[in-house]
């Protein structure tokens, strides 16, 4: 059962900002956002997550909007290595596992 | 920087035949999972462990998977009788906190 809508693929170009869209229009209260990536069948990789105020970190930013239902991510310098599967996963707080989607196919281009 | 250490790389078995893949997580961490992803489909998860027990498990995990933490350090998962679905990478991811998981590289599993 999808909670969260991605497009299958995007392009950027290396160097410019990347922003990666998700819908989750049905997420509860309790629920966080969160964004991985897997390079190549490599294993995933955490990359951010919140709750509500939008988040950043050393990798990207995580822009989510007041009614929760969706969030950006934006990776700010996209280099030709961020060529990746994204995930954006929502998940509540007492549940272990990671429900992984199809993602989006992120493709940098020199 | 720790990581999630897996072994084999690359395991090639008989249909039948017993399995073990082998992780050894991030030393501190307490929390232990095991996911598995077929060739151009989505990772799914199989288990998560907790304080020497499983604390989730999906559909998957049948009577034919288990997991232990034999010796405080490494952390497996036992295909008793292996078949051909269970081709799969199959990827160890620990944490500290349950909402941190950090992946292995992964175990390619080929049934034949």
């Known amino acids: 059962d999808a909670k969260t809508t991605q497009p299958p693929s995007m392009d950027c170009a290396e160097g410019r900002a990347a922003n990666l869209p998700c819908n989750h229009s049905?997420?509860?209260?309790?629920?966080?956002v969160y964004w991985y990536r897997q390079i190549h069948s490599q294993g995933p990789q955490y990359i951010i997550h919140?709750?509500?105020n939008n988040e950043t970190n050393e990798m990207a930013s995580l822009i989510i909007t007041e009614d929760r239902k969706s969030s950006t991510l934006i990776l700010p310098h996209a280099t030709l290595r961020d060529t990746a599967v994204y995930y954006c996963i929502v998940r509540a707080n007492n549940d272990y596992k990671l429900s992984f989607g199809a993602g989006t196919t992120v493709t940098v281009r020199a | 920087e720790p990581e999630v250490t897996q072994t084999p790389s690359h395991q090639v078995t008989q249909m039948g035949q017993e399995v073990i893949l082998r992780c050894v997580p991030i030393?501190?961490?307490?929390?232990f999972y095991w996911y598995r992803q077929i060739l151009g489909q989505k990772v799914e998860f199989l288990v998560s462990?907790?304080?020497?027990?499983?604390?989730?498990k999906s559909e998957i995990f049948d009577d034919q998977f288990s997991v232990e933490r034999p010796d405080g350090s490494n952390f497996t998962l036992k295909i008793r009788s292996t078949k051909l679905e269970d081709s799969a990478m199959y990827f160890c991811?620990?944490?500290?906190?349950?909402?941190?998981?950090?992946f292995g590289p992964g175990t390619r599993l080929t049934v034949t």
């Open positions: 030393s501190n961490h307490l929390y």
């Open positions: 991811a620990s944490g500290l906190e349950p909402y941190e998981q950090y």
């Open positions: 049905t997420i509860s209260g309790n629920e966080y």
């Open positions: 919140g709750l509500k």
């Open positions: 462990f907790y304080n020497n027990e499983i604390s989730e």
